[in-house]
Structures are given as structure tokens and as C-alpha cells.
């Protein structure tokens, strides 16, 4: 049987994974309690590269002087590590994720959220991990 909404079976895995990113990313979006509309602006955060294989950069822009927060969590939500939380001057900032978890273990593949909190907004976007 067949549900409304579902890939059949001729969909490779990268399709899947893509469309799974898809839904995964408009309910982070949607969830953004600090966003105008819970939809966060799409420059104001780049994350890069995608996939990730040795490290990921990660760009943001915080509007307002104040404490900024970027954390890194796994697909349940558990934190894997925080890159940054300290005061910020207004203007362009970025981090580096060396795809580390907060002991110094290599985090292993998969999806990961990617979190920065400003003075003004919650951005988020997902990153995937080779």
C-alpha cells in the first residue's frame, strides 16, 4: 500500500535523503519562534560545504550588538557541541565546526542542525556530514 506523500521505490537514496532534508528544514523553519512568521531569512545564515567532509563554515549576520550562540545538535536535538556564545558586535561573524563533538570525537555521519541565536532571531539550518 501506497501512502499520500511517500517516495516509491524507484527513488534512489540521495533522492530520499534529499526530500527528508526538505520536510526536516521547512519544520525548523517553521519552528523559529524568534523569526518574523517563524520563517528565518535565508542570508543571513550560510553553512558550508554541503556535505561536509573535514570541517564546516558557518556565516552569520547578527544586526544587533549583543550575545550570540552557535551550537551544533544531531537530529534528536542533543547537543553535540557549541562553536561560540559570547558578546558580538553588529555586522558579518563566522565559526568553524571541525565536525568535533564537544570531547573531541568525530562526530559521525549523518544530518546535524546548525543553531546561531542573535540578539534578534534564531537562524537555523541542517548540514550533512560524510
Not at 83 to 94: E, F, I, P, Q
Request: proline share 7%.
Amino acid at each position: 500500500m501506497r501512502y499520500p506523500g511517500t517516495l516509491s521505490a524507484g527513488f534512489s537514496n540521495t533522492d530520499r535523503l534529499q526530500a527528508v532534508r526538505v520536510v526536516f528544514s521547512r519544520m525548523i523553519f517553521r519552528a523559529g519562534a524568534n523569526c518574523p512568521q517563524g520563517i528565518c531569512p535565508a542570508p543571513d545564515l550560510k553553512v558550508y560545504p554541503e556535505p561536509a567532509v573535514h570541517n564546516v563554515r558557518l556565516e552569520f549576520i547578527n544586526r544587533k550588538p549583543g550575545r550570540c550562540a552557535v551550537t551544533i545538535c544531531d537530529i534528536a536535538g542533543r547537543r553535540v557541541c557549541a562553536l561560540l556564545d559570547r558578546l558580538l558586535n553588529a555586522g558579518v561573524h563566522s565559526a568553524t565546526w571541525d565536525l568535533t563533538d564537544g570531547h573531541g570525537m568525530r562526530s559521525v555521519p549523518g544530518v546535524y542542525i546548525v543553531q546561531v541565536r542573535t540578539p534578534e532571531t534564531v537562524l537555523t539550518r541542517t548540514v550533512t556530514v560524510r
